[in-house]
RNA sequence: GCGGCCGUAGCUCAGUGGUAGAGCCCUCGGUUGUGGUCCGAGUUGUCGUGGGUUCGAUCCCCAUCGGCCGCCCCA
């Protein structure tokens, strides 16, 4: 190296691409490790798909105005056309739908599945907005025919992984689309989407905000007071549920009775959650365009900065029509871990972690014992311990500050000289014991 | 894609028309086999970039890039 200074880049943070501390990565590790652990505990199996898919695959559902990324290798021969244009996947959804009409003589249907993987979106960065995250998305999909029973499924499995993160009350609210839309239709409103779009920021701007907004497009004082009327119904009860359409006096339309009936059915399976844990909001549409049915959204009771939904879905008729000629019906819900995570960080919600996994530094006291500590390291590291051996033979003063730094909260002495003893220190108390590496638990 | 605010050490920020500081962090030391506290010493910046005004700009003006926030949309 010279005197003279290298040239460096300065390196700056890539603004929609978060990344983090290994004490913070340690708490969203764990997050991951949870939430793998109950959806499988529901019997949803695992799969991961490619980060590309052919662009005309991703475009097949017309949704085109979401950012995508392109993928483009930088020596491309500018008019070789044989490779298909490949471009990152902006859900799990469509790549599933692919997934599964690729294997669907191989796959053994209702297909439950889980993945947790990174999607990507060219949108504008903002907190809890990122370019890349993850997704923890699970789905089952049907052939011509899908139970209720999984609509109800979808939340219970979604309230214990969530309610096993330390991030307070968790709330699902649940609706059906035909109960709007089929109320739209009776209403005679000719193009529902941005009526139901107004609706859906019911919890944003308020009624009065909504009820505003519904006037600005154009709708009768009588047309709006009917849909407000439906939109802030709120209730767990299906019985109230009922009750409260039938008030309404929509009775007659087939759609709107299909659509309580199967709500009202998800809200009778989830009576063995807890009260705050589930509730009917007629408001909720989603944006998604290929809803069909039961739709579910995510709220944080207890953290009142965290305003968006956190886990989101629905139900589809249709998943894979694209792809292969089969009716797929399916429905799934996919957790915002990124969003979620980043957001509670960011409000100093996430207690960080330890800075290493490592539950024990062994102290190395002289470079003639090195072979001996790596013994000791290797017997401990057998009795399921994760072990460090300290990688020089510095003053014990700079070696447990290493240690502190760390988290590390067991110091090893292997013997100093022979003929002496072990003895492990406990960074918390600084208590420290003899012990034997054979046969040593920590005290609890 | 549209609108608003902001760009000074790794982080949080102060500051002045005459080429810069604090706290935290980091490194080393306070002898002989033991961390966290305390004390002492030390390193770090093209003051986002380019141009203009000026004898002289980090500070004034213009542009540009970048960041953040709101909207759209959504996890």
Request: charge should be negative; proline fraction near 5%; charged fraction near 25%.
């Amino acid at each position: 190296m010279s005197d003279e200074k290298r040239k460096t880049y300065k390196p700056v943070p890539i603004s929609g691409f978060p990344e983090w501390l290994p004490e913070i990565r340690l708490v969203e590790q764990g997050w991951m490790d949870h939430i793998r652990r109950v959806f499988e505990s529901y019997g949803f199996c695992s799969i991961e798909t490619p980060s590309v898919e052919a662009l005309d695959v991703l475009r097949a559902k017309g949704e085109v105005d979401k950012e995508i990324y392109v993928l483009e290798r930088l020596h491309r021969d500018e008019d070789d056309d044989s490779e298909a244009r490949l471009a990152l996947h902006f859900d799990q959804t469509v790549p599933l739908a692919r997934y599964t009409a690729q294997h669907f003589n191989d796959l053994v249907f209702p297909f439950k599945r889980y993945q947790m993987q990174r999607v990507w979106r060219g949108e504008r960065p903002q907190l809890g907005r990122e370019r890349e995250f993850y997704q923890c998305d699970i789905d089952v999909i049907g052939v011509d025919h899908l139970p209720l029973h999984f609509d109800a499924e979808m939340p219970a499995v979604i309230y214990e992984a969530l309610e096993g993160l330390d991030i307070g009350r968790v709330q699902i609210k649940v609706s059906n689309r035909k109960i709007l839309t089929g109320l739209c239709g009776a209403l005679g409103i000719a193009d529902p989407v941005p009526v139901t779009r107004m609706i859906d920021k019911m919890d944003k701007i308020g009624a009065d905000g909504v009820r505003e907004g519904l006037s600005a497009l154009g709708l009768s004082s009588a047309q709006n007071d009917s849909l407000m009327a439906l939109a802030q119904i709120k209730t767990r009860d299906p019985e109230t549920l009922k009750a409260r359409i039938e008030s309404l006096s929509l009775q007659g339309d087939d759609v709107i009775t299909e659509g309580v009936a199967e709500l009202a059915f998800v809200l009778e399976q989830l009576r063995h959650l807890p009260d705050h844990a589930v509730t009917a909001d007629l408001s909720i549409v989603r944006g998604l365009d290929y809803y069909t049915g039961t739709v579910y959204e995510t709220r944080l009771l207890d953290i009142p900065a965290f305003t968006s939904s956190v886990c989101s879905g629905g139900r589809y008729d249709d998943l894979a029509g694209s792809y292969i000629n089969k009716h797929l019906p399916g429905v799934g819900i996919s957790i915002g871990l990124t969003r979620l995570f980043a957001v509670l960080e960011h409000h100093g919600h996430i207690k960080a972690g330890r800075k290493s996994p490592a539950d024990m530094l062994v102290v190395l006291p002289a470079e003639e014992r090195r072979a001996a500590a790596a013994e000791t390291a290797r017997a401990l590291r057998a009795r399921g311990y994760k072990v460090e051996l300290y990688h020089a033979p510095q003053k014990l003063k700079k070696q447990l500050a290493y240690a502190e730094k760390k988290g590390i909260p067991y110091i090893w002495f292997p013997p100093f000289e022979d003929g002496q003893g072990h003895e492990v220190k406990y960074m918390t108390t600084g208590a420290q014991i003899t012990a034997d590496p054979e046969t040593w638990t920590p005290e609890s």
